[in-house]
């Protein structure tokens, strides 16, 4: 019996951690919608593409692209990416697709400077961040030749596949005229979400959930970096050392923790975002969260160095450690209490319910079995109808059938993420950091 009033309150903890941070997360980024003067649709008519629209800074722009066999999809993405002002370094990293032979072809094609750096076996396909720094030593050559001041210089770092928006940079430069931003993240639209489910609720996750949490935190200034779309101060990231992007699997959450415990403050902003390839099968899509999963699970370590920063606001460092104990604190146990909560509450709920709201104007059963299901339904959905309603508003075209259907496979989708939490949770006690890349489809 102790034994169950135990896991009853772990239980009824976890449910209110997760309701409460669900909660405060959204609604800090629908406040955020309106301290920058715009709403939920202003996105949902972007196009991509186009970025140097209506540029007018003289920031010089550095922009990283990290490739292994990306043939399929590098060419526009170089296109897209040039213009004054802006350079180009695509990160050759050993592949053997002919990857870098499109990438220059693109480039001569294009008005700006694109420089292909190609790598070599055994230095080669050593992960995301050897590449990228790799190419930051080749820029900060070119920052220095060119007379450049680093506190002027903005890095941004793209994937192979990725578009930014029209007009991003006029909206996402201004954002460093203020000296302590350190790095902005720009939200994630999904490219080909038309293909299959997969890929509509991906670009449910991203556009609905993801991208307006993370908004929010602009308030903390702690706004979690992503490996696409991000962008940096070269100063920022001279603060951290001459390899600023870590060995982890998630090294852009890495780079965005060493930036904040040095004081530098990570926004966003809902004007401008991303788009890119979402994955088309689900094994692919289990190893890519996975990886995700075991990255975010794995900072966690660095918990206390964030506590300890003197240069970071409580507020921000309380934020940040809240964000990095979510998969410890909510997914996993969740993963367990929720088949005990459910199975808990169809044997208890209808008695409960009829002892305290009874109705006389149904039949006891009837209304037991009425309000039991009305009451479960509530409970189980209400978080993912609510985002439901926060995906319609960001994009009308998305229909309300496939919005509302999107909310309810959420609460079943979310065995995928149990699912990858705890394959991560295996691979960090067996030792294992290695990972294959996720291939790209052409389009």
């Given at each position: 019996?102790?034994?169950?009033?135990?896991?009853?309150?772990?239980?009824?903890?976890?449910?209110?951690?997760?309701?409460?941070?669900?909660?405060?997360?959204?609604?800090?980024?629908?406040?955020?919608?309106?301290?920058?003067?715009?709403?939920?649709?202003?996105?949902?008519?972007?196009?991509?593409?186009?970025?140097?629209?209506?540029?007018?800074?003289?920031?010089?722009?550095?922009?990283?692209?990290?490739?292994?066999?990306?043939?399929?999809?590098?060419?526009?993405?170089?296109?897209?990416?040039?213009?004054?002002?802006?350079?180009?370094?695509?990160?050759?990293?050993?592949?053997?697709?002919?990857?870098?032979?499109?990438?220059?072809?693109?480039?001569?094609?294009?008005?700006?400077?694109?420089?292909?750096?190609?790598?070599?076996?055994?230095?080669?396909?050593?992960?995301?961040?050897?590449?990228?720094?790799?190419?930051?030593?080749?820029a900060r050559a070119l920052v220095s030749a060119r007379g450049e001041d680093p506190r002027e210089v903005v890095v941004c770092v793209m994937d192979a596949d990725g578009r930014l928006s029209d007009r991003a940079l006029s909206h996402v430069m201004p954002l460093f005229d203020d000296p302590s931003t350190g790095g902005v993240q720009l939200g994630v639209r999904i490219r080909n979400r038309h293909a299959n489910f997969?890929?509509?609720?991906?670009?449910?996750?991203?556009?609905?959930?993801?991208?307006?949490?993370?908004?929010?935190?602009?308030?903390?200034?702690?706004?979690?970096?992503?490996?696409?779309?991000?962008?940096?101060?070269?100063?920022?990231?001279?603060?951290?050392?001459?390899?600023?992007?870590?060995?982890?699997?998630?090294?852009?959450?890495?780079?965005?923790?060493?930036?904040?415990?040095?004081?530098?403050?990570?926004?966003?902003?809902?004007?401008?975002?991303?788009?890119?390839?979402?994955?088309?099968?689900?094994?692919?899509?289990?190893?890519?969260?996975?990886?995700?999963?075991?990255?975010?699970?794995?900072?966690?370590?660095?918990?206390?160095?964030?506590?300890?920063?003197?240069?970071?606001?409580?507020?921000?460092?309380?934020?940040?450690?809240?964000?990095?104990l979510v998969p410890w604190v909510l997914d996993l146990p969740w993963s367990l209490l929720f088949q005990y909560c459910l199975v808990w509450f169809l044997l208890n709920a209808r008695h409960a319910l009829l002892r305290y709201h009874p109705l006389p104007s149904l039949p006891w059963v009837r209304a037991g079995r009425v309000l039991t299901l009305l009451s479960w339904y509530a409970v189980t959905f209400a978080p993912?109808?609510?985002?439901?309603?926060?995906?319609?508003?960001?994009?009308?075209?998305?229909?309300?059938?496939?919005?509302?259907?999107?909310?309810?496979?959420?609460?079943?989708?979310?065995?995928?993420?149990?699912?990858?939490?705890?394959?991560?949770?295996?691979?960090?006690?067996?030792?294992?950091?290695?990972?294959?890349?996720?291939?790209?489809?052409?389009?």
């Amino acid at each position: 019996m102790r034994l169950l009033k135990c896991v009853d309150a772990i239980g009824y903890t976890v449910i209110a951690a997760s309701a409460c941070y669900f909660a405060v997360a959204m609604g800090s980024g629908l406040c955020e919608l309106r301290r920058q003067r715009t709403a939920l649709p202003v996105q949902g008519d972007a196009r991509y593409g186009r970025p140097q629209l209506g540029r007018s800074d003289r920031r010089p722009l550095y922009v990283l692209v990290p490739c292994l066999n990306e043939a399929s999809v590098i060419g526009p993405t170089v296109q897209a990416l040039t213009g004054p002002e802006t350079t180009v370094l695509v990160v050759d990293d050993g592949s053997d697709d002919g990857t870098g032979r499109i990438a220059a072809e693109a480039g001569q094609s294009s008005d700006g400077a694109v420089t292909i750096l190609r790598r070599e076996l055994p230095d080669a396909r050593q992960g995301k961040g050897a590449a990228l720094n790799h190419a930051i030593r080749h820029a900060r050559a070119l920052v220095s030749a060119r007379g450049e001041d680093p506190r002027e210089v903005v890095v941004c770092v793209m994937d192979a596949d990725g578009r930014l928006s029209d007009r991003a940079l006029s909206h996402v430069m201004p954002l460093f005229d203020d000296p302590s931003t350190g790095g902005v993240q720009l939200g994630v639209r999904i490219r080909n979400r038309h293909a299959n489910f997969l890929t509509w609720f991906q670009d449910y996750l991203f556009w609905s959930m993801a991208a307006v949490t993370q908004l929010g935190r602009d308030a903390t200034a702690t706004v979690s970096l992503g490996g696409n779309g991000q962008f940096a101060r070269l100063s920022a990231l001279d603060s951290i050392g001459e390899r600023p992007w870590s060995a982890s699997l998630t090294e852009d959450l890495d780079l965005a923790i060493s930036l904040s415990v040095r004081g530098w403050r990570l926004r966003g902003t809902a004007h401008a975002s991303v788009d890119q390839q979402a994955i088309t099968d689900l094994s692919r899509l289990i190893r890519q969260r996975t990886r995700w999963y075991q990255g975010h699970m794995t900072a966690v370590g660095r918990c206390g160095e964030i506590w300890r920063s003197r240069e970071l606001p409580h507020l921000s460092a309380l934020e940040l450690i809240c964000y990095l104990l979510v998969p410890w604190v909510l997914d996993l146990p969740w993963s367990l209490l929720f088949q005990y909560c459910l199975v808990w509450f169809l044997l208890n709920a209808r008695h409960a319910l009829l002892r305290y709201h009874p109705l006389p104007s149904l039949p006891w059963v009837r209304a037991g079995r009425v309000l039991t299901l009305l009451s479960w339904y509530a409970v189980t959905f209400a978080p993912a109808l609510v985002t439901s309603a926060v995906y319609l508003r960001r994009d009308r075209r998305v229909g309300r059938l496939r919005a509302v259907l999107l909310g309810h496979s959420f609460v079943v989708m979310n065995y995928l993420s149990f699912l990858c939490a705890w394959k991560a949770l295996v691979r960090m006690v067996r030792g294992q950091t290695g990972w294959a890349k996720t291939s790209r489809e052409p389009g």
